[in-house]
């Protein structure tokens, strides 16, 4: 069955950087796009953006262009986003996707200094 | 982008109704909406995708309906585990969320 296993929860100061892990399984992983969602209590769900898993390429919400980059490792099956640039704003939980059916665990990011 | 308007925020409801929560789009959307249901610390949990097809896995008393930009899900009888907030998504162009319906029971 698909799992996507995200790592674990970050604690970051303003400014610094974060760069989370989507671990994915039962599945070809370069079968299908993985996408990247934002959760906030706020702002609610935002849809970051996407990576094809098997050329790389990407494409972002603008709102988050300069703020997220989305990458793959064929090689172990697991997607990335790195964060930068952090503000407290940033602070949220952070879910990958995968044919918007399957959804990792979530990691919690707070930044705060 | 698509603006999404769900509606109500908050359904209080009692066990065994039949309760239908709405989401609207600012545009037609072909179809292209899915319906979550998210319980207090885990992820989101697809119900529903393309406005009426369940997802396996989930009761038959989940289903939806609409068309253009006006949408629902009803479930049929409500049941003390469907406490949780319930979340619409298009995916007809750039994927945009509802802000969520909570539903409680009475």
């Known amino acids: 069955q698909v799992q996507l296993q995200q790592s674990g929860a970050e604690l970051a100061k303003p400014g610094s950087s974060v760069k989370i892990s989507c671990k994915a399984s039962?599945?070809?992983?370069?079968?299908?796009?993985i996408s990247w969602i934002k959760q906030t209590t706020g702002q609610g769900l935002e849809y970051i953006g996407y990576i094809n898993t098997g050329s790389g390429g990407t494409n972002y919400n603008e709102k988050f262009k300069g703020k997220a980059t989305l990458t793959v490792d064929k090689s172990s099956s697991t997607a990335f986003m790195q964060l930068s640039s952090l503000t407290p704003d940033d602070s949220a939980v952070y879910y990958c996707?995968?044919?918007?059916?399957?959804w990792g665990q979530g990691t919690l990011v707070t930044v705060s200094s | 982008d698509i603006q999404m308007t769900q509606s109500p925020s908050v359904l209080s409801a009692s066990v065994g109704d039949r309760v239908t929560l709405n989401c609207k789009a600012s545009?037609?959307?072909?179809?292209?909406l899915n319906w979550y249901q998210q319980k207090l610390g885990e992820a989101p949990k697809l119900l529903i995708y393309n406005t009426n097809n369940l997802q396996t896995g989930i009761p038959s008393r989940f289903s939806g309906s609409g068309s253009g930009t006006d949408y629902t899900l009803t479930i049929s009888s409500l049941q003390p585990e469907d406490v949780a907030t319930y979340f619409c998504f298009q995916h007809n162009s750039w994927p945009t969320f509802g802000s969520g319906t909570k539903l409680e029971i009475k």
């Open positions: 545009q037609n959307i072909n179809k292209y």
């Open positions: 996707v995968v044919v918007t059916a399957y």
């Open positions: 039962g599945y070809t992983f370069t079968s299908y796009y």
